[in-house]
Each structure stands twice: as C-alpha cells, then as structure tokens.
T-cell receptor, first 114, second 115 residues
Framework: GENVEQHPSTLSVQEGDSAVIKCTYS??????FPWYKQELGKRPQLIID?????GEKKDQRIAVTLNKTAKHFSLHITETQPEDSAVYFC?????????????FGTGTQLKVEL | DAGVIQSPRHEVTEMGQEVTLRCKPI?????LFWYRQTMMRGLELLIY????????DSGMPEDRFSAKMPNASFSTLKIQPSEPRDSAVYFC?????????????FGPGTRLTVL
C-alpha cells in the first residue's frame, strides 16, 4: 500500500518568515495530494490540493509543488502569521482507483512566533 | 448543509463497556471514512465505505471494533469491550466518489476516554 513520510515533525518560524513542509510518497500511481490544517481541538480541514497532472498550485500565501519523478511534494507558506500555527498533514491517494482512500503523513506542528 | 455530524462529541466510559460512535455524512456523499487520532499514532484510517459497502477494514485494530453503514445517511463505529488504549479522537469523514473530486470533509470528532 501507499506510505507517506512527512518532515519536519515540528517547525518554528518567526512571523513574516516562510515555512516549508515536505512529504514523500511510495506509490507512483498516486494522483491526488491534499494538505490539511488542524488547529488545536478542531477537525482537519483541506487548505490546498494538487493533482498529478500539475506541478505547482498557489492560493494566496500558500503553494504546493509536486515532483512526480522524485515522488515528493511540498507545502510552502509565505509571510507566516500567528493564525497559521497548527498541525499540517499531507496525504496521498490513488483516487478513484483506490476508492479515494487517503494515506496521511504523520503531521507537522507549525508554530509562528511573534 | 450542516457538514458531517458526529455524536457524541465526548464520551467517557469504563473499561469493558460498549461504546457506539455515530456519524451522518454530508448529503449526496457516497464515501465514508472512519479515522482514529492519537498523539502516538497520528491519524489512522480504520475503515471506509463506498455506497454503504465496506471496502477496506484493514485498519481496524482488532475484533473488538466493528463498523456498519445501514444506509447512505448513517454509520456507526462500535467498540466492545472498550479498553483504555482505545482512548483517542475518532473522526468520521465523507466525500463524493468521483474521478475528478476527492476532497474529504471531516466531522468534529468524538473524543473517547476509557477509564
């Protein structure tokens, strides 16, 4: 089955700096890669996703890049703000072929310090 | 739409008792997922259903866990008997199973404490 590794497990940045979280996946057939943000005590919520036919996607201060050859994808947050502090999870799926089953990374605790 | 609904939000029980968690997916969604989240093991998929049929239950930890989906708008996750190591937050998520649309929407979770 699919295996997703995520690094780092914790990340501390100063407000205004950029943050980068990296994930690798094992199954080359995976075709959809979402990122979820989970605030303390809340549910995971989708913040951005990318499909295997796209190399990069951007939404305001967040962007995701995908390297299919290397089987890794990254989340980039620019101009970080205190409200970006949360746990971020990457995930991968085979999509329809895999029943839309998501395999999650182990999460990155991001702390944005004032 | 109210989103994915889970009940109860919090459950405290004693070891050996039966626990039933409930989930109502978003109307129109045809895939439903049960996850367990702990500090040690992160977010684990327990079981998922497509069109009310269980597809993959390989994540169910042991026979004490069972899940059902009798119709498109309701699912249960049952633990019998419960043990302290079952303490976790249990999330239900739903999605529309379509080749071009895969987002999973999570419910608020049930925080289970087994004493």
């Amino acid at each position: 089955g699919e295996n997703v590794e995520q690094h780092p497990s914790t990340l501390s940045v100063q407000e205004g700096d950029s943050a980068v979280i990296k994930c690798t996946y094992s199954d080359s057939a995976s075709n959809y890669f979402p990122w979820y943000k989970q605030e303390l005590g809340k549910r995971p919520q989708l913040i951005i996703d990318i499909r295997s036919n796209v190399g990069e996607k951007k939404d305001q201060r967040i962007a995701v890049t995908l390297n299919k050859t290397a089987k890794h994808f990254s989340l980039h947050i620019t101009e970080t703000q205190p409200e970006d502090s949360a746990v971020y999870f990457c995930a991968a799926t085979l999509g329809e072929g895999g029943g839309n089953k998501l395999t999650f990374g182990t999460g990155t605790q991001l702390k944005v310090e004032l | 739409d109210a989103g994915v609904i889970q009940s109860p939000r919090h459950e405290v029980t004693e070891m050996g008792q039966e626990v039933t968690l409930r989930c109502k997916p978003i109307s129109g969604h045809n895939s439903l997922f049960w996850y367990r989240q702990t500090m040690m093991r992160g977010l684990e998929l327990l079981i998922y259903f497509n069109n009310n049929v269980p597809i993959d239950d390989s994540g169910m930890p042991e026979d004490r866990f069972s899940a059902k989906m009798p119709n498109a708008s309701f699912s249960t996750l049952k633990i019998q008997p419960s043990e302290p190591r079952d303490s976790a937050v249990y999330f239900c998520a739903s999605s529309f199973r379509d080749p071009g649309y895969n987002e999973q929407f999570f419910g608020p979770g049930t925080r289970l404490t087994v004493l």
